[in-house]
C-alpha cells in the first residue's frame, strides 16, 4: 500500500505538487487524470526519487515504511515498479545485458517474454530504436524481471502505443498483474477501454481536485474539459 | 599489464597462421614462403623484388626489425604479428610494408608488449599497406605496453580502386604516450575505415586520429573515435579530404569522462574539393549521463552497478563493427576488470 499525506513538493521554478493526499491500496487499480504538465509525471518521479524535486511537507510510505532518504534502488526494492512517459535509450546496453543482471525465476521470464512478445528485441539496446508500443513492452518485461514488485506506476503508458499494443498490454496487466496495485496516469483516455480501474483522479496544476469512478469523470472531462472539474459536483474527495 | 605468457597465449587464441613475433631489433625468427602469402624479414634480400615499383616512406632507422607480407591475387590469408620489447630503455625500431595484390582479402591482428620488468622502452614504426584492387585489409591492434612505454607509429595506407582498408585500433591499458595518426589515400569506389577504442589513463599522453584523403570518386571514408577518459590527455585530430566526385565521409568522436582530471581535446577537420563531396562530422564529450544512471536505478540496479553497465554499453557500442576476435578480447578484459 502507498499512502500520500500532505506531500507539498517544490522544484526551481516553485511549488509543482501542492498538498496531495493519495492513497493505493493492495491489488487496487487507479487512474490519473490531468492535462499535460499537471503535475500526474511529477507525483510518480518524486514517489521513484527521480529527478530534482525538494519534497517540502509530507511524506510517501510504502506498507508504513516512509521513503525518505531512500536511493532510487531501494525504493524499487520496497516494491515499487515504474515504467516513464519517455523511456531513457541507452547505447550499447541490450534487454539481454540487463536480463544477466538478475536471479530470477526462469520459467517467469519465459512467459513474460512470451506474452509481451519481446523475444526479437532482446539484442537491440534498450529503448534505442524500438518503436512506442515496444518500448512499453520491453519495459513491462524488464519490470518483471524485478523480484517483489507489486505496484506498477506506470506514466503515460497509453502514448505513443498503437490499439494492437495496447490490447497486448492490457492483457498483460490483467493476468500477470492481477496481484498487483497499478497507478497509470493519461491524458488521452485511451487506456480506460482495455483496462478496469477501482478509482479515478484528475489532477490540475499540481492538486488532486477529484476522485470519482473512472467512466464518470473521464464522461466529465470529455464533455466540459478539465477546467469544469474545478468546481464540479460530482467531486468526492 | 598481462604477463608476457598469457599475452601469447592469448593471442594464440586467435588462431591465425602464421604467428610472427618480432623481439626488439632481433630479424623475424621464421620467414613464410608460399604461392600465395611471403612473409619475411624486411632486411632479407629477397624483399627488393616484392617492393619495387611501391612508393615507400623513408626509412629513418639505422637498427630495427620488421616485415614484408605479401599476399598474391585472388587470394585470402590472415597473419598474427606480435612485437615485444624485453629490455628497459630499448628503441624497438620497426619498418612494414604490407602488400595485398588485386581481388584479395588479408587480415592482420597485431598486438604489442613489453615485459613486465620493462621501463621507458620506446617503439617507432615506419608502415606502408598497398590494398589492392577490390581487396580488403583489416589492420586490427590491441595494445599491451607498459605504462611507461611510448609508442610512435606513422602508418600510410594506399588503397586501389574498390578496395576496403579497416583499422581497428584498441589501446586499453595504461602506457605513457601514444601518437598514431595514420594517413590513406583512397581511390575510385575505394572505403577506408579507421576506428579507434581507447582508454585514457591519469598521467597518459594519448594523441589518436587519422587522416583520409578520398581521391577518387565515389570514394567513402570514415574516422571513429571513442574514448573512455579516467584522466590523462586524449586528442584526436582527424581530418577527411574528399576531392574524388561524390565522395562521402564522417568523422565521429565519443568520449565519456569517468574521472575529474581527464582532458579530452577532438579536433575534426573536413575539406571538400567539389561541390558533390558529402562529409559530415558529428562529436559528445561528457560524464555518464544522470538520467541514464537512473534509470537503470529504476531496474533495481544500484549507482555503481548501473554506472559499469553503461561504460560497458558505451564499449560495446564503439566494437560493435569491429571483428569478433576484438570484441571477445574486449569481453575478457572487461569481466576480468574491476569495475572502470
Redesign the interface.
Known sequence: MISIKNLTVKAENGEILKDINLEIKDRERVVLFGPNGSGKSTLFKVI?G??DYHVKKGSIKVNGKSLKGK???ER??MGLG?I?QK??G????TIE??ID??DFAYEEMKNAAKQLGIDELLDR?INCTLSGGEIKRAELF??SL?PNIYTYLLDELDSGVDLENMKRIAKYLNTAGRDKSIVVTTHTGAILKELEFDAAYVVLKGKIICRNKPEKIWKCITEKGYEACINCDNANL | MMNLEDFLENYSNVGMNPYIVLNDNDSLPTETSTKELQVLDIKSPAVEKFIKGYNLQKNPFKEYTGYLILLSKNSQSAVQTCFLTSQSGFKQNVKNVVIVEDNSELSIFTGCLSSTHVKSNIHNAVTDIFVGRNSIVTFNMIHSWGETSKVFPKLKVYVDEGGVFMSNYVVWEKVQEISSNPEIFVKKGGKAVIQSLVYSHPGSSLNVGGKVFLKGGGSRGEILSSVISKGGNYKTITEIIGNGDKAKGHIECNAVLLGDDGKVETVPLLKAGNSTVQLSHEASIGKI?K??I??????????D?ARE??V???????I?EMPSSIQEKIEDIMSNSQGF
Open positions: 521513484m527521480l529527478g536511493s532510487i534502488d524499487v526494492k515504474y516513464a523511456s531513457v541507452i547505447k550499447g546496453v545485458d540487463l543482471q538478475y539496446d524488464t519490470l524485478l | 549521463s538520467e541514464e537512473q534509470y537503470l536505478q529504476t531496474k533495481g540496479l544500484n549507482k552497478r553497465l553503461i560497458k554499453g558505451f564499449v560495446n557500442d564503439s560493435k
